[in-house]
């Protein structure tokens, strides 16, 4: 791990170049995003960067807090996003809501956290060598 900023609600680190972020909460609150943005920023320090997002164990995201995870400056420095969940219903609630709020970053959804580290890390590789991100499936 080269930086962490670890919080009761989150952890969010670098690993060889790529932001792994692990929410720890199940009420995943707009007060909650906005420190996570900030944190972010910290560690990318202005560089470009691909996210892989657990957010496996959220139950509980208002609105307010997906629509600020929407907005250009939240994906700010990002490449692309890998986010983890653990259900069909979740993916239901992603999809319409990306279709009326674009994710800043192209996004791509996984049940399994070892396909999104294999996906996130492919697109990594593409990034190094200037390719854009491969986004063919909404979940895999």
Same mark, same amino acid.
């Given at each position: 791990? +080269?930086?962490? &900023? /670890? ?7 670098? %690993?060889?170049?790529? $932001?792994?972020? !692990? ?10 995003? +906005?420190?996570? &943005? /900030? ?7 202005? %560089?470009?960067?691909? $996210?892989?997002? !657990? ?27 890998? $986010? ?57």
């Amino acid at each position: 791990m +080269e930086k962490q &900023i /670890k919080t009761e609600n989150f952890n969010i680190y670098i %690993k060889d170049g790529i $932001i792994y972020g !692990d929410i720890l909460t199940k009420n995943f609150t707009l007060d909650i995003v +906005e420190e996570m &943005i /900030k944190a972010r920023h910290e560690l990318t320090e202005g %560089k470009l960067v691909p $996210i892989l997002a !657990d957010l496996k164990d959220v139950k509980n995201m208002p609105r307010e807090a997906r629509q600020r995870m929407s907005e250009k400056d939240a994906g700010k420095g990002t490449y692309c996003v890998a $986010i983890v969940i653990n259900s069909k219903v979740q993916v239901v609630l992603f999809n319409f809501f990306n279709a009326i709020y674009k994710a800043p970053a192209p996004t791509k959804l996984f049940t399994d956290r070892n396909k999104a580290e294999t996906w996130i890390k492919k697109q990594k590789q593409n990034m190094d060598k200037k390719l854009p991100p491969e986004i063919d499936k909404a979940i895999e």
